[in-house]
């Protein structure tokens, strides 16, 4: 039987009842040549991250660039290796505009930095279609003493915690550094090679918890209602749409159900779950998401994705501009400025959207008042900056599965042996970590390089030492 050309057996093209939104989703190309171009883009981010946020220079970012090949996303269990055949990499490193480009064959990727706006990937494009004006911040208070100012006196560091940092240093070659703080003081840090107390780091999907914080100050303010209320995506206004079905808390757990079609390089198309695209495509990073179909039923199936973050990244950016509040203060105002965080930036995308799945960066310093915040209950400066209840909500893990909460990671199945199962923390793609112990009224910080190994029973061993140092 021959199909009619007016059906289409992927996606629904249902118009929209107000005429507001995008019917098509993103369909990911997942042939060779889409894949070696995003290779590309992704090697000028990881260079402009490393030379012109984090302030490496050329030689050391030689030394701890690996390669990512890009991968086509996979399905709900199974993970797909295209093979993908790079010609060598060719990187330019402009200082004067800090832009870089990078070339292998026909593929030309470059990616630029720009201060609060971290490293924008342009990919072969030569300029992002916004202009990255400086962003109003709040001013650092240098002379009050750390969490609430950026003086940090830092104490002796009792022998049993020295042998512990230095096996774990020396174990773990890419970490920029390890720090450790009570809710009043940094008990104790110390750096690698490259490292230091003033270099902004990654944090990859440690963002995640920055994302999710500022939605938790967005219902702390009355903006939003509840977390189990329909997710308000300024593309998701259609009552009858299945998108209607996906809350706020199905974003952050990571049960939002979203994916999208995949067209393979033999023409077939597949469901997919994104997986890195958002770092690798030069692209409106909040409109793909919203154009994400539901794949599975919301809340049904625990599955990573960054596309539901940049979801929450949509309605983020929608609140503030609804109000008539500006974009860019107003979203490093609600929280990281609050906090003092002086040194954290986002990424945004060529569109000039903050990036809300990831790449981020702050210093341990910086970090660790992250962690605090949720030490104190989500009070700063005695002041409830998120709902009461928030933390507890925000940290625990609350289905079978899997040890996701909102966010954060849990330590419920015992990832770290030797720290309490009420243990949380913000995770990132290279083992960056916030951990927060409210047990024993402790947050770690610690930074790691891309696609560095990290030795996490020195970590685990670490942590448990300070807990018996300092507890």
Known sequence: MTQPAWMETIFDRTPHLDGIGTVDPVVYDASIAALRQRTVNFAAKRYADMMFVSGLNRATADRHFRLRVAQPPSGLS?????????????VEADASDHRVTVRSGECVGQAITRSGYGSILLGP??????????????????????????????????TALTGALDGFLASS????????????????????AFGAPDRATPSWSMTKAITATVVGRMVREGWLASMHDPAPAPLWRDPRGIHRLITLDHLVRMRSGLGFPVRQEDGRTTIGFENSAVYQDAGDAFQAAQRSIVATMPGSVFRYVNSGMNVLGAIIRDQIERRGLPYYETAYGMLVDRLGMGSYQHS????GNLIASGAGYATLRDYAKFGVLYLNDGVWNNERLLPEGWVDYALTATHTGTNYAACFRSNVEGAFPDLPRDTAWASGASDQKIFILRRHRLTVAVSNETDHAMDMAALNRLIATAIDCYA
């Open 78 to 90: 199974t993970h797909v290796s295209a093979g993908v055949d790079m010609a060598p990499l060719a």
């Open 348 to 351: 945004a995308d060529i569109a």
């Open 125 to 158: 494009s030569a300029a992002p279609r916004f202009d990255p004006r400086p962003i109003a911040r709040a001013p650092r208070d240098a002379g009050r003493a750390w969490p609430y100012g950026d003086a940090v006196e830092v104490g002796a560091t009792p």
């Open 173 to 192: 070659p890419g970490v920029y550094g390890v720090l450790i703080a009570s809710p009043d003081r940094v008990l104790t840090e110390r750096y690698g």
